[in-house]
């Protein structure tokens, strides 16, 4: 099912290889953006379904004063106001799922293409497109980075590699504050504590996943992270101003 | 929807990534990540047989000795690669596994007595897995290694003699020839570096990467590369003499036999090539995956090549005539061997792990572990 992903990634990350210079994190990085680009309805959906959000935090405040001791009640109102507002409360989650499959896809495909176990090659072998141009014979990839090879996890013989996972860690946290509605309050709701749980628990699960996943799935990370926060503040500066974090009350 | 699993669900993620962490998704041990490899000495047969390695009597396959005895218990990791047998030691390398974060997989040289399977001496000075097995030849033990390096190690004490850095990983097992080493790196270029400080004789580059060792006829080395082709390349020069085009990569070590070359790809295609003009004399595909390459019987009549289906094929050299074939649950990926009347082939992920079959007919001799009836 992954490899389905993981072999035209694969592909992909040859064909950009040998058209920008044999750099495996250029094209990593190159394909990266690749990524972004065909996710970029879901996730302006995201920034645009968080937007709405912040609108409403004000009626959200209200109903917390109103509802403050009846949870439940509390949350069926808020359920309600969403729905009038035509808001999936979740839908800030949905471009995170699926970027998983597109995500160990990559890492299969970085696995097959900066291999580290000779099985790994043999079953890539019989899946390279030799129709693309100037593929034969270029696997595997160069490996090295900054001293750092980026079909291993971080080592402490180059502990400089532990940085990777450490921004991996940062730019996704950057990434979920800056995408995720802010809390009215304290909103104690279902969707509310869920928003303040994704905000630590997401970073520090790619931040975990860097640390036994080759390096060259961190490059991934970091890339698509900072392309992320970088979309965000373009979106904010095209509304003239008006971002989701802009003006948030509750930072 | 409900509530306790909303809240808990980006918990649940985490812990979905630490068992995906923990669970192989890294390449940990409970897979194989390479093949056994196998070596026959007189009337041994030495397999590095991932939990162990193992001497048998190569007349019923029966176990002379273990190492180590109790792999659960001694932890000596995962053995890959084909043994090294000279100077009365049996040489290999095993895996390590790390556990933890912050725990990496040590990559162990381990130099066994050949009578009993005692530890002679160990290193542990490479950074990266050894895949294919090293080469033995005046008191000097040569393996390359994923980190890039190739080292010399003294067979009888273990001390490092010198190290060769290359471009990237070394996945080949070298070829010495008298005070010569000649070994391909995924930099896609073979070496050739003097035996007794590693200093470089010439060095020939192709457009694809070496991980198979050369065979030398008179003064010409043959070997194949990821760039689908085979290549003549003058022994002493270093330069190349013909090439010749498959259909993919080339990863397993061709062999010769009089005026001919065979050699396999990895799409399953067999090629009998003329060793002076590089011309095809035939060719049989397989229409199955073949990571290694073919071995031959002493009398040069008969090729065995393994599939990755488990199927081990026997085909007549002077027209690549396939006799018999036999088929297997596993996978065929290391390269048989073959001493006298009788060929042996490793799988991995089948019911046994070593098999011995007549050459004239395919009928097993004997399998190991034993196949117990009703259970395979």
Same mark, same amino acid.
């Given at each position: 099912? $992954?490899?389905?992903?993981?072999?035209?990634?694969?592909?992909?990350?040859?064909?950009?290889?040998?058209?920008?210079?044999?750099?495996?994190?250029? *094209?990593? *990085?190159?394909?990266?953006?690749?990524?972004?680009?065909?996710?970029?309805?879901?996730?302006?959906?995201?920034?645009?379904?968080?937007?709405?959000?912040?609108?409403?935090?004000?009626?959200?405040?209200?109903?917390?004063?109103?509802?403050?001791?009846?949870?439940?009640?509390?949350?069926?109102?808020?359920?309600?106001?969403?729905?009038?507002?035509?808001?999936?409360?979740?839908?800030?989650?949905?471009?995170?799922?699926?970027?998983?499959?597109?995500?160990?896809?990559?890492?299969?495909?970085?696995?097959?293409?900066?291999?580290?176990?000779?099985?790994?090659?043999?079953?890539?072998?019989?899946? $390279?497109?030799?129709?693309?141009?100037?593929?034969?014979?270029?696997?595997?990839?160069?490996?090295?980075?900054?001293?750092?090879?980026?079909?291993?996890?971080?080592?402490?013989?180059?502990?400089?590699?532990?940085?990777?996972?450490?921004?991996?860690?940062?730019?996704?946290?950057?990434?979920?504050?800056?995408?995720?509605?802010?809390?009215?309050?304290?909103?104690?709701?279902?969707?509310?504590?869920?928003?303040?749980?994704?905000?630590?628990?997401?970073?520090?699960?790619?931040?975990?996943? =860097?640390?036994?996943?080759?390096?060259?799935?961190?490059?991934?990370?970091?890339?698509?992270?900072?392309?992320?926060?970088?979309?965000?503040?373009?979106?904010? #500066?095209?509304?003239?101003?008006?971002?989701?974090?802009?003006? =948030?009350?509750?930072? | 929807?409900?509530? =306790?699993?909303?809240? /808990?669900?980006?918990?649940?993620?985490?812990?979905?990534?630490?068992?995906?962490?923990?669970?192989?998704?890294?390449?940990?041990?409970?897979?194989?990540?390479?093949?056994?490899?196998?070596?026959?000495?007189?009337?041994?047969?030495?397999?590095?047989?991932?939990?162990?390695?193992?001497?048998?009597?190569?007349?019923?396959?029966?176990?002379?000795?273990?190492?180590?005895?109790?792999?659960?218990?001694?932890?000596?990791?995962?053995?890959? #690669?084909?043994?090294?047998?000279?100077?009365?030691?049996?040489?290999?390398?095993?895996?390590?596994?790390?556990?933890?974060?912050?725990?990496?997989?040590?990559?162990?040289?381990?130099?066994?007595?050949?009578?009993?399977?005692?530890?002679?001496?160990?290193?542990?000075?490479?950074?990266?897995?050894?895949?294919?097995?090293?080469?033995? =030849?005046?008191?000097?033990?040569?393996?390359?290694?994923?980190?890039?390096?190739?080292?010399?190690?003294?067979?009888?004490?273990?001390?490092?003699?010198?190290?060769?850095?290359?471009?990237?990983?070394?996945?080949?097992?070298?070829?010495?020839?008298?005070?010569?080493?000649?070994?391909?790196?995924?930099?896609?270029?073979?070496?050739?570096?003097?035996?007794?400080?590693?200093? #470089?004789?010439?060095?020939?580059?192709?457009?694809?990467?070496?991980?198979?060792?050369?065979?030398?006829?008179?003064?010409?080395?043959?070997?194949?590369?990821?760039?689908?082709?085979?290549?003549?390349?003058?022994?002493?020069?270093?330069?190349?003499?013909?090439?010749?085009?498959?259909?993919?990569?080339?990863?397993?070590?061709?062999?010769?036999?009089?005026?001919?070359?065979?050699?396999?790809?990895?799409?399953?295609?067999?090629?009998?090539?003329?060793?002076?003009?590089?011309?095809?004399?035939?060719?049989?595909?397989?229409?199955?995956?073949?990571?290694?390459?073919?071995?031959?019987?002493?009398?040069?009549?008969?090729?065995?090549?393994?599939?990755?289906?488990?199927?081990?094929?026997?085909?007549?050299?002077?027209?690549?005539?396939?006799?018999?074939? /036999?088929?297997?649950?596993?996978?065929?990926?290391?390269?048989?061997?073959?001493?006298?009347?009788?060929?042996?082939?490793?799988?991995?992920?089948?019911?046994?792990?070593?098999?011995?079959?007549?050459?004239?007919?395919?009928?097993?001799?004997?399998?190991?572990?034993?196949?117990?009836?009703?259970?395979?």
């Amino acid at each position: 099912m $992954i490899d389905s992903i993981a072999y035209p990634l694969a592909n992909l990350l040859l064909l950009f290889y040998n058209f920008l210079g044999h750099q495996t994190v250029i *094209a990593i *990085a190159a394909l990266t953006i690749l990524i972004r680009l065909l996710i970029l309805p879901l996730t302006l959906g995201q920034q645009k379904s968080a937007r709405k959000m912040q609108e409403l935090q004000p009626k959200i405040a209200k109903l917390q004063k109103k509802y403050g001791k009846d949870k439940e009640r509390l949350t069926q109102e808020q359920m309600k106001l969403y729905k009038e507002a035509g808001i999936n409360p979740m839908g800030g989650c949905l471009p995170l799922l699926i970027q998983f499959p597109i995500m160990f896809g990559l890492y299969r495909a970085i696995m097959y293409c900066v291999p580290t176990t000779p099985l790994q090659l043999f079953q890539f072998s019989q899946h $390279i497109y030799k129709w693309l141009p100037g593929v034969v014979g270029l696997v595997p990839l160069q490996s090295a980075f900054l001293g750092m090879d980026l079909g291993r996890p971080p080592t402490m013989a180059q502990w400089w590699s532990y940085a990777l996972p450490a921004l991996v860690l940062a730019t996704s946290w950057l990434q979920q504050k800056l995408l995720t509605p802010p809390a009215a309050g304290d909103d104690q709701s279902q969707s509310g504590m869920m928003n303040q749980q994704m905000q630590i628990m997401m970073p520090l699960m790619f931040g975990l996943m =860097s640390l036994q996943f080759a390096t060259g799935l961190s490059v991934y990370f970091i890339i698509s992270n900072l392309i992320g926060i970088a979309q965000f503040y373009l979106v904010r #500066v095209n509304r003239g101003g008006e971002g989701t974090r802009a003006s =948030s009350s509750s930072d | 929807m409900d509530q =306790s699993w909303m809240r /808990r669900w980006p918990s649940a993620l985490v812990v979905l990534a630490l068992l995906l962490s923990a669970s192989g998704c890294t390449g940990g041990a409970a897979q194989p990540t390479s093949w056994t490899g196998l070596t026959v000495v007189g009337e041994r047969l030495y397999a590095a047989d991932l939990e162990q390695v193992v001497a048998l009597n190569v007349a019923d396959g029966s176990p002379l000795w273990t190492f180590p005895d109790d792999p659960e218990g001694e932890k000596r990791g995962v053995f890959h #690669v084909t043994p090294a047998v000279g100077g009365g030691c049996v040489i290999v390398a095993s895996q390590v596994p790390g556990g933890g974060f912050f725990s990496q997989p040590r990559d162990i040289v381990w130099a066994l007595d050949a009578d009993n399977g005692s530890i002679l001496w160990h290193f542990d000075g490479a950074a990266g897995q050894y895949v294919e097995g090293g080469a033995i =030849s005046g008191g000097v033990f040569v393996i390359g290694n994923s980190d890039g390096n190739i080292y010399a190690l003294d067979v009888e004490s273990g001390a490092l003699r010198w190290v060769f850095e290359t471009g990237h990983r070394v996945w080949a097992t070298p070829l010495i020839v008298s005070d010569i080493v000649y070994i391909g790196s995924m930099d896609r270029r073979l070496y050739a570096l003097d035996l007794s400080d590693g200093e #470089v004789r010439w060095v020939f580059y192709a457009e694809g990467a070496f991980a198979s060792t050369p065979v030398l006829r008179d003064d010409t080395l043959y070997i194949g590369a990821f760039d689908d082709r085979l290549y003549a390349v003058d022994a002493l020069m270093g330069t190349e003499r013909w090439r010749f085009p498959g259909e993919n990569w080339f990863w397993g070590g061709p062999v010769v036999y009089d005026h001919t070359v065979y050699a396999t790809d990895v799409n399953g295609n067999v090629y009998a090539v003329d060793a002076e003009t590089g011309e095809q004399i035939w060719h049989k595909p397989l229409d199955v995956p073949v990571r290694a390459g073919p071995a031959l019987t002493g009398d040069g009549s008969r090729l065995f090549v393994g599939g990755q289906n488990g199927t081990l094929y026997a085909l007549d050299t002077a027209d690549g005539f396939m006799p018999w074939s /036999r088929e297997s649950e596993g996978q065929a990926l290391s390269t048989p061997v073959v001493s006298g009347p009788v060929v042996y082939d490793a799988q991995i992920n089948g019911p046994y792990r070593i098999r011995a079959l007549y050459v004239d007919n395919g009928r097993e001799v004997w399998a190991y572990p034993p196949v117990v009836e009703g259970q395979e």
